[in-house]
């Protein structure tokens, strides 16, 4: 008689429970296939890790049981498939917190699991039926008002009291984690040197719209509104920014400028110089957050000659957008998606255009994307099929790095060949393309190196119809009229766009803070994939990014706004352990790679 998915989840979990309350590693170990893999998210290890095998899952449970006291492993919902491979939502506990995770086993061994921390015992977020009553009704002279309160609130902090966080960024990142970090009942600042929350993505150029579709762009807690559009204007972004900050009511200190950082060691605390409206002031957080997107500075190549050109020439992140100019030559290198979206602006705007590949770019379709690559997980279809953000998110991190590019590779076979003749009609063009180095696509080209790609909105059909020109190639020097390429063609320009991508996030910290810390902390973001711009060795978790690194009290946060609403709960989590005083022992802290 068949199992049901069920009995056999249940007797997995079964087992799994038994295994670790008799801390027998071998009994649990034997639970797992030889090419398993754990995939922990702060409950296990209060770090992001992944353990591959049984021997790894093995080394870690020996270390951790004692600590963790796992148990109560459960369904959350009935579990999918069959004897043959199944899968399930489950729940468990530890001595400090509940979880939530996801399991798939092949031939009732595990295959993957998915362990992550939701929320820690005695502090639980003040929702649902723990929500506060917002008022007492009882009446007494002198009592404040909401907005009094608030008010004197924010008056204080960072003044006559300390923040315990401060996050020095306000794009979505910092707000998105402040908005964790409130809800949890940490005393939060974010700095942020534009006038207004949601400048960062005002001040890009006018053309600008979301690549990434609605249902992977909510913030943390308010999703957009079911009439959203499914790619949203840059301001319209900047406004609801601006008012998820007002509604969340963050300690945001926006036209303030963070000036130098140093942590007293004595004390146990960052000092930070700032300049709030022009004001210096000094706060004293425990923790400092680096929250500053997905990459550090501008990066700008110097081409010899270069000081000599006579017209404009600036960094893609300066492009403003708009003016006319018709009549006039622009060139801009570089050929990912800024370098796409400029392109297009310029051209619509009257511009004689070129853009110059130096290297092979991944391009996928918008529309096949959203079909094939995350139709499954955020898309109308997804929500009808029970697939909220929350489950999509824990979905897509439920398949460790080691294995996702496989599982990519057939979303981009299939891609290749819905889209053959567009993609000939760009080879035709001369366009240089690429599926990543081994045909595993957008996502995990971006999780390597966070460039080398194009979702394409229509700037690709510029180039097929010959409006926007191409060289390919290296570029050899800079005249005073001209970008000059290797083989010596000369391309005429009154403008040169330099769509050239940005360091990696220690760079900041270098000035922040110091060369040597920024070195301790070593390069953020890929996860030692030895391919282009992703040196290896392997580490199997993006570098540095939302959890611990190896200078103490300081962190890493950022991403896209999938990832800065997904990873913003785990550092959330971990900021208020520490914060409470719990014990926070983290397992086999990443070694610093490769400083700036």
């Known amino acids: 008689m068949s199992r049901t998915p069920n009995n056999i989840v249940s007797d997995w979990l079964a087992g799994l429970n038994a295994a670790l309350l008799e801390r027998d590693i071998g009994a649990a170990t034997a639970l797992f296939a030889q090419d398993s893999y754990w995939r922990d998210f702060v409950a296990f290890t209060w770090n992001l890790k992944t353990f591959e095998g049984p021997e790894q899952i093995g080394r870690m449970l020996a270390d951790r049981l004692d600590h963790v006291a796992p148990g109560n492993w459960a369904l959350a919902e009935d579990a999918t498939g069959d004897e043959e491979t199944t899968e399930a939502w489950i729940t468990f506990e530890t001595g400090a917190a509940n979880g939530y995770g996801h399991l798939r086993l092949k031939d009732g061994k595990c295959w993957t699991l998915l362990t992550t921390m939701q929320e820690l015992k005695g502090f639980e977020e003040r929702k649902g039926s723990r929500r506060e009553k917002g008022v007492a009704h009882e009446i007494t002279r002198g009592r404040k008002s909401w907005l009094e309160g608030k008010q004197e609130n924010e008056a204080r902090l960072g003044y006559d009291e300390q923040p315990y966080c401060l996050i020095i960024g306000g794009g979505q990142g910092g707000i998105g984690l402040a908005a964790r970090l409130r809800r949890q009942g940490v005393p939060t600042i974010v700095v942020e040197k534009n006038a207004r929350a949601g400048d960062s993505w005002r001040n890009r150029y006018k053309s600008l719209h979301l690549h990434d579709p609605v249902w992977y762009d909510h913030m943390p807690y308010l999703n957009f509104p079911d009439d959203w559009p499914v790619f949203a204007a840059k301001d319209k972004i900047g406004d609801w920014l601006e008012h998820y900050t007002a509604i969340m009511e963050l300690n945001y200190w926006s036209g303030t400028e963070a000036v130098k950082a140093a942590f007293d060691e004595a004390a146990g605390e960052w000092v930070v110089e700032v300049k709030r409206d022009g004001v210096p002031v000094t706060l004293r957080p425990k923790q400092l957050i680096f929250a500053l997107g997905v990459s550090g500075y501008p990066n700008v190549p110097h081409f010899d000659g270069a000081e000599s050109f006579l017209g404009e020439q600036y960094h893609s992140s300066k492009h403003p957008g708009g003016g006319d100019w018709t009549g006039k030559k622009a060139v801009v ?264």
Request: aromatic fraction near 10%; glycine fraction near 10%; proline fraction near 3%.
């Open 333 to 596: 290198i570089g050929s990912n998606n800024s370098a796409h979206d400029i392109c297009a602006d310029l051209w619509e705007h009257g511009a004689e255009v070129t853009m110059v590949q130096r290297s092979s770019t991944h391009i996928s379709r918008s529309e096949s994307l959203m079909d094939l690559g995350l139709g499954d997980l955020y898309s109308e279809k997804a929500l009808a099929n029970g697939v909220t953000t929350d489950k999509a998110d824990l979905l897509f991190a439920s398949l460790p790095y080691r294995i996702l590019p496989d599982a990519q590779k057939p979303v981009y076979a299939e891609m290749a060949k819905r889209d053959a003749t567009f993609y000939s009609d760009l080879e035709a063009a001369g366009f240089d393309l690429d599926f990543g180095e081994d045909g595993s696509g957008l996502f995990v080209k971006y999780l390597r190196r966070g460039s080398g790609y194009y979702i394409d909105v229509g700037a690709s059909q510029l180039i097929i119809d010959g409006r926007v020109q191409l060289a390919t190639g290296q570029v050899a020097k800079v005249t005073g009229s001209a970008v000059v390429m290797a083989e010596g063609t000369e391309l005429e320009a009154d403008l040169i766009v330099y769509a050239t991508g940005y360091g990696s996030m220690n760079g900041w910290l270098a000035d922040l803070v110091s060369p040597e810390v920024a070195d301790a902390v070593g390069k953020c973001w890929g996860y030692g994939s030895d391919t282009t711009r992703d040196p290896g060795p392997w580490e199997g978790e993006l570098r540095n990014m939302w959890k611990p690194t190896n200078v103490e009290n300081l962190w890493i946060h950022g991403g896209n706004l999938h990832q800065s609403r997904h990873y913003s709960k785990y550092l959330a989590l971990q900021l208020k352990a520490r914060m409470e005083g719990l014990d926070t022992p983290v397992y086999e802290l990443q070694e610093s790679h490769h400083p700036r």
